[in-house]
């Protein structure tokens, strides 16, 4: 009986442990992301919302992605996606956000994704939607709310922002986390000056080494301007006293 037992209960347990492993994967896996997930404030980056389907009969026909009202972007395109469109709204912005020295006055506010006639994302499938965009503001995090259409009429809303120390809502909106950019180091600087200083200190040599040089043949040519003239002197004394 004992032996009986034992595989029983092996089984049971390793039963009941893919069901937790399943169970904590399976929501967690179908979740709309943004990825990457971290940027860097002031800074330009590409990041793309990853849409799986969680649907078993229908398909993921529209998108909506809301950026956050707190952290405007001055910047934002978006790339081609085969077999869908999208349709870009802005909003006024005060104060306005500065980009490249200009002041702009609106900002995006939300980006809808329309999949062309049967077609969208399959149940199984997923599907990515780059964006680049920048300077990202001075904020710890920027939420994405999104709103999953499907072709049966169903809506999922991915709309619950996260608490700090909280378990992950039902429904997570995508989150970006920003880290200050690193100060400049003055540090930095030190080895180009130094450099700087012995390619100086190269020249000098170089030109100090030039400048012997050039005297040495100025020297080296009068002398033999000298003994031209001698020798010509001396054969003419010699062809004199001969006649």
């Given amino acids: 009986m004992i032996r009986l037992r034992r595989p029983a209960t092996a089984a049971a347990l390793t039963l009941a442990a893919a069901a937790a492993v399943l169970g904590l994967a399976g929501p967690a896996s179908a979740h709309v992301t943004i990825n990457p997930k971290e940027g860097t404030q002031g800074g330009y980056g590409r990041f793309a919302f ?51 020295g200009s002041q702009l006055t609106e900002a995006v506010s939300k980006l809808t994704y329309t999949a062309a006639a049967n077609g969208g994302v399959k149940p199984g499938e997923f599907q990515e939607f780059p964006v680049s965009m920048g300077p990202l503001p001075q904020v710890d995090t920027m939420v994405f709310k999104v709103l999953q259409t499907y072709s049966d009429g169903n809506v999922s809303r ?86």
């Fill in 50 to 100: 990853r849409v799986p389907n969680e649907s078993d009969t229908a398909s993921t026909v529209k998108v909506e992605v809301t950026l956050p009202d707190n952290a405007p972007v001055g910047s934002v395109s978006t790339m081609p996606v085969p077999g869908w469109t999208v349709a870009v709204e802005k909003r006024k912005v005060d104060p306005p956000v500065e980009v490249h």
């Fill in 158 to 243: 991915w709309i619950e922002e996260p608490a700090p120390g909280a378990e992950e809502p039902e429904n997570p909106a995508p989150v970006l986390a920003l880290a200050a950019a690193a100060p400049a180091s003055a540090g930095a600087s030190a080895p180009a000056t130094a450099a700087a200083a012995d390619d100086d200190d190269d020249d000098d040599g170089d030109s100090g080494a030039g400048t012997a040089f050039g005297v040495a043949g100025l020297v080296a040519g009068l002398a033999g301007l000298v003994l031209g003239g001698l020798a010509f002197a001396r054969t003419r004394r010699e062809s004199a006293a001969k006649s």
